[in-house]
C-alpha cells in the first residue's frame, strides 16, 4: 500500500514541486509552494467546484429542510425518503462532500511530506526576503485565519426575516470556530503550511463567490442549474 501511494501520489508530486522549484520558482520555495498548490486545484477543479456549488445549494434550500424535518419528525422512513427526493430534485449528492475528503487526503499527507519531510532537498526556505518558512510565523497563521473567516463567511446562507434564532446563532458560531481552529493549527507548524493553507483558502473564495452569483443570482431549475 505504502509503495503504491509512494508511486501513485508522493513520487509525481514531489517530482513535480522540484520541477517548480529550479525551473519555475527560481528556487523559492514559498512560490515553490503556491505554484504547486494552484497546480493540485486546477487538477481537482471539477470535484471541489461540484462538491462547493452542492453545499450552497443545500444552504439555500435549508428552508424546505428544515421543513421536511418538523413536518415529518415522528416518521423517520418519509423524512429520509422526502429529502432524498429534494436532493434528487436539485440534482444533490450527499455524499459528494465527502468523496472530496477521500480524494483529497491522499494529495494533503503527499503535500505535507514534500513541504516537511524532504527540506534537505531543498536550500531557500526565505519567502518574501524575511519569513523562514521552516519556522512557526504569526502573521501568516493571522492573515490565513483572516481569510479562513471570509471563506466561512461567504458560505453562510442569505439570513431571511423567517429563520430561527438558533439557527443563525449556530451559523455565527461555526463562523468564527474555523478562523480560531486555523489559527491554533498553523502556530503549531512550519509557515510553509500557512502558505499552502493560505493559498487554497484564497482560491477558494474566489470560486465560493463565483457559485454564490449563480446560486443566489438566480432561480435553482429542478436540474439543478440557474437562472
Known amino acids: 500500500m505504502i509503495s503504491l501511494y509512494n508511486q501513485l501520489i508522493f513520487d509525481p508530486i514531489l517530482s513535480v514541486f522540484t520541477f517548480i522549484y529550479n525551473k519555475v520558482a527560481f528556487n523559492d520555495f514559498g512560490s515553490s509552494i503556491i505554484v504547486l498548490t494552484i497546480l493540485v486545484r486546477i487538477v481537482l477543479f471539477p470535484l471541489f467546484y461540484s462538491a462547493s456549488k452542492q453545499q450552497t445549494i443545500i444552504q439555500k434550500i435549508q428552508p424546505k429542510i428544515k421543513s421536511i424535518q418538523n ?7 418519509e423524512q429520509v425518503k422526502a429529502l432524498m427526493n429534494l436532493y434528487s430534485e436539485h440534482k444533490i449528492n450527499p455524499f459528494l462532500s465527502l468523496l472530496l475528503v477521500i480524494v483529497q487526503l491522499p494529495v494533503l499527507i503527499a503535500l505535507y511530506h514534500v513541504i516537511l519531510k524532504n527540506a534537505s532537498t531543498f536550500d531557500n526556505f526565505i519567502f518574501l526576503s524575511f519569513i523562514n518558512l521552516r519556522e ?58 500557512g502558505i499552502y493553507w493560505l493559498t487554497t483558502t484564497i482560491l477558494s473564495i474566489i470560486q465560493q463567490i463565483i457559485i454564490n452569483k449563480h446560486v443566489y443570482g438566480g432561480n435553482i431549475k429542478k436540474d439543478g442549474t440557474t437562472g
Open 71 to 77: 413536518d415529518l419528525k415522528n416518521n423517520k422512513e
Open 136 to 193: 512557526k510565523n504569526l502573521i501568516i497563521a493571522v492573515i490565513a485565519a483572516a481569510f479562513q473567516f471570509l471563506s466561512a463567511k461567504l458560505m453562510l446562507p442569505k439570513k431571511t426575516s423567517s429563520d430561527p434564532k438558533s439557527s443563525l446563532s449556530s451559523a455565527n458560531m461555526m463562523l468564527f470556530l474555523g478562523p480560531v481552529l486555523t489559527f491554533g493549527i498553523l502556530m503549531s507548524l512550519p509557515s510553509s503550511i
